[in-house]
């Protein structure tokens, strides 16, 4: 796994009620995939080597901005 340095954070700047590194947040890797934070959930059960995470809508309404989407 990679060091969450070498993601582009898309999400949180640090600056809201959550601190700097424990909010919901999403981030872009090198070869374009991205990686959600969220609070774990439990909605069904993902295949073997996936997980379930939950995020609120403004968090993806942040990064689709920050791509310019």
């Not at 949180?12 to 700097?20: D, L, P, T, V, Y």
């Not at 890797?29 to 959930?41: E, K, L, M, W």
């Not at 439990?42 to 995470?53: K, Q, R, S």
């Amino acid at each position: 796994m990679s060091e969450r340095s070498a993601l582009t954070r898309l999400t949180g700047n640090g600056n809201g009620q959550c601190g700097e590194k424990d909010c919901p947040n999403v981030y872009r890797t090198a070869t374009g995939s991205f990686v959600v934070q969220g609070d774990v959930s439990d909605a069904f059960t993902p295949p073997a080597g996936e997980g379930l995470v939950e995020i609120p809508e403004a968090v993806l309404r942040e990064a689709f901005r920050a791509l310019g989407w």
